[in-house]
């Protein structure tokens, strides 16, 4: 898995691509997450259009993510996941917890109007 890091308007933008499974780029972008909500970063989008692959500990990660933005009093959204990605989310019922964008625009103004 490859992904990348873009800071936006106060929001985590992170793209992945690729398979999201366990590995040390899983490990790296956990740690670049800490980071910045240790920075006071506390809105997060993750790009999945790109991911084509992913396996449960893929999902414990985007749990996790979730998770760490959550308990600092912010809000992850997902990003146009692939088809296979959001068949994946509906079958393990983790749509129900994650909010859906279908673009930048739509995830960035989902994230402002979740804290304010």
């Known amino acids: 898995m490859k992904y990348q890091t873009e800071l936006k308007d106060d929001v985590l933008f992170i793209r992945l ?4 499974i366990a590995g040390p780029d899983t490990q790296n972008l956990m740690a670049v997450a800490e980071e910045q ?8 989008a993750v ?6 692959f992913m396996d449960s500990s893929g999902m414990g990660v985007l749990v996790s993510l979730l998770t760490k933005f959550r308990n600092r009093g912010g809000e992850l959204v997902l990003i146009k996941p692939s088809d296979h990605i ?3 989310l509906i079958v393990t019922k983790l749509n129900a917890i994650f909010t859906i964008a279908e673009n930048d ?6 994230l402002k109007e979740s804290i304010y």
Not at 37 to 44: D, N
Not at 47 to 52: F, H, I, K, T
């Open 17 to 20: 691509e690729g398979d999201l």
């Open 37 to 44: 909500v240790e920075g006071k970063i506390l809105l997060c």
């Open 47 to 52: 790009d999945l259009s790109n991911v084509r």
């Open 86 to 88: 959001r068949k994946l």
């Open 105 to 110: 625009n739509f995830a960035a103004q989902f």
